[in-house]
């Protein structure tokens, strides 16, 4: 449900904002699911005078406009509206506006070669309405300059959710209730007005279905005059996402939104005879408001008359007897209909209405007559005419439920301590009358209290949901505690990250063909099976990279131009003693296009070692791992390409993954081609996490000074690698250097031969005071010492 700012405060006094507001709405369990300033979408324009209007030199259906912003000299705007003329005032847009129907963003241009300076705008461009013949055109005492958005009078529009226990909260007087109650202003009096009677209603109106229908009020109103209805109404109506159709329509559809109190207007003219809320004949039609036609049946009440049904009562009005620009006698309908007859039509018919939601929800049973003054009102004050004497057949329910309460229930149910003459006076502003032995007598409209439990919603509510503390349930005996292993939590974290990453996660059989796994075996002894599924799955896999493998040639076989796996499992080793031992790991296998070819380059990028080095490092970090502490070392294994793969280590000898382009060899064996490249990562290798944090990251805080970066090109040995060199550079002064990359590398003309220029980028960071000259000379010498330590030299 939808409604501006500007209507709430009709009805509540309040000098609340709209954050304030949208805080107080989902306190009390209203809940805000959105805010919308049109006021955004205005910005840029403004009231604008036209100053002169002369035919374009090049173009028969355009002008020139000299236009007056208020400021500054005019300015010039081409513009094709036919209703364009000197002297009027309208609206402007200004050259980097966005225009709100169609998102283009105003800018100074040549049309047929004359500058246009903005745009005047039409009722459609800037979604105030349908019309899109001419520009606005405002009236004379229009302030030239004023933003439109002020002069508008736009106001936010929140879009809120109301439970369906809360047919009450169906309008904007409702929730404007509620606020008053939980302290945020001062509901506003609504007072109908007192409606002489002119004549005797002509129309017999009666119901003759009282279960249906149990009341039907109704009065003629002659002499109208059906025009447009005022700026104001449309404003809320358009708000509140109606389209405002004439001035009959829409006091009715403001009636219902405001006050939850669907109603409907008959053009008095098609009618003949009684008007009669009765059961549909089988197999009776009606066309309705929607212009298609229903097929009726006797379970569903309608509103008929001599010549047939005019109306699905409470859910939609009927075509024939709807009102017409010319309409000048009308008949008012307000009455109450069954809740869950009305549900049942509509499920039937398959019609879903903004009148079927209320009354199907329960509308307020004591609001008929005042509905009835205010529809009234509103249209002899809009469209004139003169009020018969109303008729009233048929009686609501009028029986109030009385529900003994205990105030001490607030605190032993909701879980808060509130005083008893706060709780009821909570009571008392949501229109409950409590007798002094708390006998509590709920208002009509409130279909949703059936007991004492529902009274302490409404208190609790109200004194603010977000004040009821949260208390964790306590364990009893028997309920199961979290029993995920270290291990366990360690493959949930690892596998969210290589979804994230984009990895599309595979489960591959733990079977492989003996000759699949002796290739992955690095001559360890297989792990065979004596009961196989069958005899080409019979032994397990001591590397979950060849069953991705295996789903990659069948995706690639079938056109995917590249592909992104991973799979968490098990790997199924056999020592030298003939132990089986199962090994936690993650494999990650990059084959085929990175990026598709673009206009760039016009080639595909395929995937590299580089990349899989990437994969490795990203979820080793996810896992603990001290990534900048790490090796970068060979021997990945015959699998891999030996001078496009390599292994991580945590010291020499502990290795905790591998990756790389895999051997022509092996993708021979798999019959796979095109370059592959793997990881595979160890997840049982990867060390404990010490004490609580291990190696979680500390609670960040932003450093108060700058970053300092310095860069340094050395002179390396054409073997080195550029891991070693940085790692020595990181460890030249922990203190001060807190990154080092490599951005450039080198070799040739002016590199001695068997060197290369390694460019590196380090990042200082100071602590609580800047780097004196002196201390940046000291780190700078720390630098190039640890470099010297690999062999490297200062480029001179």
């Not at 009666?206 to 249906?212: F, I, K, L, N």
């Not at 009274?455 to 109200?462: G, H, P, Q, T």
């Not at 993954?657 to 798999?670: D, I, K, N, Q, S």
């Amino acid at each position: 449900m939808k409604f501006s700012l500007e209507w709430l405060k009709y009805f509540l006094e309040t000098d609340a904002g709209t954050a304030e507001i949208a805080a107080k709405l989902n306190a009390i369990g209203i809940e805000v699911e959105d805010i919308e300033d049109p006021a955004q979408k205005l910005a840029g324009f403004c009231v604008a005078e036209v100053l002169t209007a002369e035919k374009h030199p090049d173009a028969d259906k355009l002008q020139v406009l000299s236009v007056s912003t208020g400021e500054g000299a005019p300015l010039q705007v081409v513009c094709g509206a036919p209703n364009a003329r000197a002297g009027m005032k309208g609206v402007l847009g200004l050259p980097g506006a966005q225009v709100p129907a169609n998102g283009m963003k105003l800018k100074k241009s040549a049309i047929r070669g004359v500058e246009s300076n903005g745009m005047m705008c039409s009722v459609r461009e800037l979604e105030l309405g349908e019309e899109h013949d001419g520009i606005i055109e405002l009236p004379a005492d229009a302030p030239v300059g004023q933003s439109f958005a002020d002069y508008h009078a736009t106001s936010p529009v929140f879009d809120v959710a109301i439970t369906p226990n809360r047919p009450d909260c169906m309008g904007v007087h409702g929730i404007a209730r509620d606020l008053a109650a939980a302290g945020l202003g001062t509901l506003k009096a609504v007072e109908p007005s007192q409606i002489a009677a002119s004549f005797p209603c002509p129309v017999e109106i009666r119901t003759d279905d009282p279960q249906g229908c149990p009341a039907f009020y109704g009065r003629v109103i002659r002499g109208v005059t059906n025009c447009a209805s005022p700026d104001w109404m449309q404003r809320r109506l358009k708000a509140a996402g109606q389209r405002p159709i004439s001035a009959l329509v829409d006091i009715t559809n403001y009636l219902m939104l405001a006050f939850g109190r669907p109603a409907h207007v008959y053009d008095l003219a098609k009618l003949s005879g009684p008007v009669v809320a009765r059961r549909a004949t089988d197999g009776e039609t009606v066309e309705a408001l929607n212009e298609k036609t229903y097929t009726l049946d006797p379970s569903m009440t309608v509103i008929a008359d001599d010549n047939g049904v005019h109306d699905i009562a409470g859910i939609m009005g009927g075509e024939h007897s709807s009102v017409q620009p010319a309409t000048t006698d009308v008949l008012l309908e307000v009455a109450y209909f069954d809740p869950e007859a009305i549900g049942v039509t509509g499920r039937k018919l398959g019609l879903a209405t903004d009148a079927r939601t209320r009354f199907e929800r329960g509308v307020d049973p004591a609001f008929l007559d005042d509905g009835l003054a205010i529809l009234t009102s509103l249209i002899q004050r809009i469209c004139g005419g003169e009020a018969s004497e109303v008729v009233r057949a048929g009686s609501p329910p009028a029986d109030p439920k009385v529900v003994a309460f205990d105030p001490a229930l607030t605190a032993k149910l909701g879980g808060v301590n509130i005083a008893d003459p706060e709780q009821k006076r909570i009571l008392e502003a949501l229109d409950f009358v409590v007798a002094d032995d708390w006998k509590v007598t709920c208002p009509l409209r409130r279909h949703d209290i059936e007991g004492p439990a529902d009274l302490v919603e409404e208190v609790v509510r109200i004194h603010g949901l977000d004040a009821v503390e949260s208390i964790a349930l306590p364990r009893m005996d028997g309920v199961a505690r979290p029993t995920a292993t270290p291990e366990q939590k360690l493959e949930r974290r690892v596998r969210r990250a290589a979804a994230a990453r984009g990895l599309n996660e595979a489960i591959t059989w733990s079977f492989l063909p003996t000759d699949q796994a002796a290739h992955f075996s690095d001559g360890q002894p297989l792990w065979v099976l004596d009961n196989p599924i069958s005899e080409d799955m019979k032994t397990m896999r001591p590397s979950l990279v060849p069953g991705l493998l295996s789903a990659a040639k069948r995706n690639m076989d079938r056109g995917a131009d590249g592909l992104r796996l991973f799979e968490v499992g098990r790997r199924y080793l056999r020592s030298a003693d003939g132990s089986s031992d199962e090994h936690p790991t993650i494999a990650v296998l990059l084959a085929g296009e990175k990026t598709a070819r673009g206009w760039a380059d016009g080639k595909a990028r395929m995937f590299d070692a580089y990349d899989a080095k990437g994969e490795a490092e990203a979820l080793l970090a996810e896992a603990g791992a001290p990534v900048d502490k790490l090796m970068v070392m060979g021997e990945a294994g015959g699998q891999f390409h030996p001078g496009q793969s390599g292994t991580l280590r945590l010291g020499p000898k502990k290795v905790l993954a591998r990756f790389g382009a895999l051997h022509p060899a092996t993708l021979a064996a798999f019959d796979v081609d095109g370059a592959v490249m793997a990881v595979e990562i160890y997840l049982d290798a990867i060390p404990p996490k010490k004490g609580k944090g291990g190696f979680a990251k500390p609670d960040y805080a932003p450093p108060a000074l700058q970053a300092v970066k310095r860069d340094f090109a050395f002179l390396v040995p054409a073997d080195l690698a550029a891991g070693e060199l940085l790692r020595s550079v990181k460890g030249a002064d922990k203190n001060n250097i807190v990154d080092a990359r490599v951005f450039d590398v080198f070799a040739g003309q002016g590199v001695p031969e068997g060197k290369k220029s390694v460019a590196i980028e380090v990042t200082l960071q100071p602590g609580e005071k800047s780097y004196k000259d002196d201390e940046l000379k000291a780190i700078t010498a720390a630098v190039v010492a640890a470099a010297a330590k690999q062999g490297a030299e200062l480029r001179g």
